[in-house]
């Protein structure tokens, strides 16, 4: 048995003011409410404006994760920040949240697998806490997919929106935690499917920016299987069956993938919590941001089973199980 053990101290989000509804979309570009609410299940998303960044976003819900767990910056040792949007090629946007809240000790960096990017960053702190390396981590989801997507292409500038969620976590004696904590994730990768789902720029490849690309009908057929397979293997690897999940929080890409995944997973529909409606699709944000809505509405409470799950560029996919 694990003598430390990553558990849940608190969660914060913070969301751009600025709302992009669908029918503002059907001012801008040949699209309806209709067709968008229908495919996708999305109504509106937040957009940053002048002056917000994903470093403000992220700072903006850490500190309201920060304030849920009862610490203060300094507290931290890890920060890390899940983000395919960050505000510089480097430094890491994860050093610029760490100066911004006043933070000068411990060590931070930005993890990159897009829509992943959380479920990624989660299991990788959960193994500097177990391992001693770090006490208290901050990991955050923060995104501005608004200064990426093409507002031109109306097959993909109808999905994202913008935002950030955080999580702090601490490293508990297990004999301690109650059965709390990061029970298992698992974490897949294939790069073979690149083209379905990239940004045409890099730093090393065009020296621009580029803006993101989409096959989305491609994605959304390898979106259910390979959902329900890594989380299946968190299940099996736990000795669980869906029946004991309390709340399944999924990346909020779709609401016909997530409707269908659980679905096939046999999770009862009222412990799915969907946000899609309201963030659109905010990639590494959409996980953290939806749990800290269900976790301040009173949905998710303390020593509830909450299975993560996300899927997206690359492809990444993976999962987490956690003990709240
Ligand atoms: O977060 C990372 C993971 N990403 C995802 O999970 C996204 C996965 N993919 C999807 O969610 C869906 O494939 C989409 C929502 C992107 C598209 O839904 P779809 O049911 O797969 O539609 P489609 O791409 O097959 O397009 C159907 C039709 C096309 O017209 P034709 O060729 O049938 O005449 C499109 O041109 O819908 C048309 N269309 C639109 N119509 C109105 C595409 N975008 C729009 C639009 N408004 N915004």
Known sequence: MDALRSVVLGTGSY?????????????RIETSDEWITQRTGIRQRHI???????VSLAEGAARRALDAAGL???????????????????????VQVQRRLGIDKGFAFDMQAVCSGFVYALTTADLYLRSGMAKRALVIGAETFSRIVD????????LFGDGAGAMVLEAVDASKADGRGVLVSRL??????????????????????????????????????MITDVIEDSFSA?????????????????????????????IAPEKVVMTVQDHGNTSAASIPLAVDVA??????????????????????????????
Do not use: Y
Not at 48 to 54: L, V, Y
Not at 194 to 215: H, Y
């Open 15 to 27: 969301l751009p003011e600025t709302v992009l509804t669908n029918a503002d979309l059907e001012k």
């Open 48 to 54: 940053a404006g002048e002056g917000e960044t994903t």
């Open 72 to 94: 203060k910056p300094t507290d931290l040792d890890l920060v890390i920040l899940a983000t395919a949007t960050p505000n510089n090629t480097f430094p890491a946007s994860a």
């Open 151 to 158: 507002w031109e292409d109306r097959t993909t500038c109808v």
């Open 188 to 225: 897949r990768a294939d790069g073979n499917h690149e083209e379905k789902l990239f940004v045409d720029g890099g730093p090393s490849s065009t020296g621009t920016v580029g803006k993101l690309r989409m096959q989305g009908r491609e994605v959304f057929k390898h979106a259910v299987g």
């Open 238 to 266: 736990l000795g669980i069956s869906a029946e004991e999940v309390d709340w399944f929080v999924p990346h909020q890409a779709n609401r016909r993938i997530i409707e269908a995944s659980a679905k096939k997973l046999g």
């Open 295 to 324: 976790a301040r509405d009173g949905r998710i409470k303390r020593g509830d089973l909450v299975l993560l799950e996300a899927m997206g560029g690359g492809f990444t996919w993976g999962a987490v199980v956690v003990r709240w």
